[in-house]
T-cell receptor, first 110, second 111 residues
Framework: GQNIDQPTEMTATEGAIVQINCTYQ??????LFWYQQHAGEAPTFLSY????GLEEKGRFSSFLSRSKGYSYLLLKELQMKDSASYLC???????????FGTGTRLQVFP | DVKVTQSSRYLVKRTGEKVFLECVQD?????MFWYRQDPGLGLRLIYF???????EKGDIPEGYSVSREKKERFSLILESASTNQTSMYLC??????????FGSGTRLTVV
């Protein structure tokens, strides 16, 4: 079966670092994506990992371990505008469609 | 920039009406998808299409159909709208490395 797990909610303080974890069990794997979604808006692309290791892009980094079925999104120097939902999604190796977790709602406090 | 345009941001329809949600992308992508998003349930795939005139059922196709007559346009049809189809509907177009590009979404309310 297909299963993607991530925490439902997280809170953090402005300027801090937060790590959002994602574990997955899927029948096929062709990459893992992270999206950011502000309330009432569409998801926007943040990162893509297909090989093991860390991908860094400014304040955001994403890590993948395929053998463990595990990824995390690391957000540094948190800003109030980072308050949003963060969606983990796995691309199915056979169909190319994305399978989404239910998302992690991050609240950043001053 | 890839643009995925959904025709309406907000819609209110009556139970039993036939509803058309339109989605157009301008990057010549072959793959297009329709999802609905509900609190606590995340994004669930309704239908997808890999090419013109081609469609595949997703995880929750019941009560929906789709049309892909041209490569750039993927339409979602609610044959007879019901209150349990009140939701946010998201269309997406797929590139190679960037995954999906989403439209701005249509918030549909069925009364």
């Amino acid at each position: 079966g297909q299963n993607i797990d991530q925490p439902t909610e997280m809170t953090a303080t402005e300027g801090a670092i937060v790590q959002i974890n994602c574990t997955y069990q899927t029948s096929g794997f062709n990459g893992l994506f992270w999206y950011q979604q502000h309330a009432g808006e569409a998801p926007t692309f943040l990162s893509y990992n297909v090989l093991d290791g860390l991908e860094e892009k400014g304040r955001f980094s994403s890590f993948l371990s395929r053998s463990k079925g595990y990824s995390y999104l690391l957000l540094k120097e948190l800003q109030m505008k980072d308050s949003a939902s963060y969606l983990c999604a796995v691309r199915d190796g056979d169909t190319d469609k994305l399978i989404f977790g239910t998302g992690t709602r991050l609240q950043v406090f001053p | 920039d890839v643009k995925v345009t959904q025709s309406s941001r907000y819609l209110v329809k009556r139970t039993g009406e036939k509803v058309f949600l339109e989605c157009v992308q301008d990057m010549d992508h072959e793959n297009m998808f329709w999802y609905r998003q509900d609190p606590g349930l995340g994004l669930r795939l309704i239908y997808f299409s890999y090419d013109v005139k081609m469609k595949e059922k997703g995880d929750i196709p019941e009560g929906y159909s789709v049309s892909r007559e041209k490569k750039e346009r993927f339409s979602l049809i609610l044959e007879s709208a019901s209150t349990n189809q009140t939701s946010m509907y998201l269309c997406a177009s797929m590139g190679a490395r960037d995954g999906y590009t989403f439209g701005s979404g249509t918030r549909l309310t069925v009364v």
